[in-house]
């Protein structure tokens, strides 16, 4: 039996990919030894880090004057990294569900840090909109695609204040304008990786305008300064990373893949709206996420959510309970996600339907 994986992360991922990893990790290039146990300074690594930074920019048509960084830690570390390196005063987020909400828990450790605009009024089902941008902040911070609720902010937002953008889900899923942005971030296993490496782009004349003396790790010129280098790096997600980026660079581009998502998206969601069973989480339909979607039974099937959730994967649908906060179901559809795995999950539910 096929299986597909709509896991929210860490999640599917081209097969071709994993097989040249696979490889690397026995033998890298040839020379004899594993991937994961070169030096990461080796003549051998060193093209594999420059030509991962480069694809990124290429792939998101990044401007001159961004560094390209691989970092440890996860988005999470990101969240205290961020206000270290631009929070001079106060900053700004827009609250649009859990990771935005640790993200600013994190800045207010760092000076004085409010909330913009929020969603948690009616459980994050919707994208805020139509909210004043103090211009007293240091930066807007937002959360692009919001894996456990299921929305998504589809286009860059014009802001008059410094922006900072956490895309760990939907990075590389449509063009992306990164002049508006000072910093993009994000846990790289949806749409660029496995799990153990963070991608930062960041501008490099808006560092430095902090007073605070920022440790050595959590300081991004220290990374640039070194291209990523000042500590070993996660060689092998690196290389996944790059592998990844080959794959799509060769499949098309951001441009591809954001028809792709859409095609996905149209398909299940047309499915869940059309299904009795069946209704989708998120409110504001031009909110619904293309990276995560969340749907749950009706009332008056909610007693089937077991038995859906044991039909589904006993027909090769892995990963699509949904998160604890909404119930439920996600099928999350990153890149690397089949039309055909799409379709699958669509007769099944269409099978179940049948049956009651």
Not at 170 to 199: E, H, W
Request: net charge neutral; aromatic share 10%.
């Amino acid at each position: 039996m096929k299986k597909y994986n709509f896991g929210a992360g860490p999640c599917v991922l081209p097969r071709e990919v994993i097989e040249k990893t696979a490889n690397a990790i026995l033998d890298f290039n040839g020379i004899g030894l594993s991937l994961a146990e070169i030096s990461h300074r080796s003549k051998d690594f060193k093209p594999v880090m420059e030509e991962a930074q480069q694809l990124v920019k290429e792939v998101l048509d990044v401007p001159e004057g961004y560094s390209v960084l691989f970092l440890g830690g996860g988005a999470s570390l990101q969240f205290c990294q961020i206000p270290a390196n631009f929070l001079v005063k106060k900053a700004g987020y827009v609250n649009t569900g859990a990771w935005a909400k640790k993200a600013m828990k994190e800045a207010k450790h760092f000076g004085e840090t409010i909330e913009v605009a929020s969603s948690a009024d009616d459980n994050y089902t919707y994208i805020p909109k139509g909210y004043a941008v103090p211009s007293d902040i240091d930066y807007l911070h937002v959360t692009t695609n919001n894996t456990i609720y299921g929305t998504e902010l589809h286009k860059d937002i014009d802001v008059p204040v410094r922006l900072i953008g956490d895309m760990s889900s939907d990075i590389f899923s449509r063009p992306v304008d990164v002049s508006k942005y000072d910093c993009i971030y994000g846990g790289a296993q949806k749409n660029l990786s496995m799990a153990g490496v963070t991608f930062v782009i960041v501008k490099d004349d808006a560092l430095g305008n902090v007073e605070r003396e920022i440790p050595t790790m959590l300081d991004y010129r220290t990374h640039t300064k070194k291209g990523s280098m000042f500590n070993t790096p996660p060689v092998v997600p690196i290389y996944t990373a790059l592998e990844n980026l080959r794959w799509l660079k060769a499949q098309g581009g951001v441009k591809t893949m954001e028809k792709r998502a859409k095609e996905r998206a149209d398909l299940l969601y047309g499915e869940i709206d059309r299904n009795k069973l069946f209704r989708g989480t998120v409110k504001c339909e031009e909110d619904r996420s293309y990276m995560n979607i969340c749907f749950v039974l009706n009332d008056e099937y909610a007693d089937l959510q077991d038995d859906f959730f044991k039909f589904a994967t006993e027909r090769g649908m892995v990963g699509i309970k949904g998160h604890r906060d909404v119930g439920g179901f996600r099928a999350s559809c990153y890149n690397a996600m089949t039309i055909e795995g799409v379709k699958a999950l669509v007769s099944c539910m269409q099978d179940y339907e049948k049956k009651h």
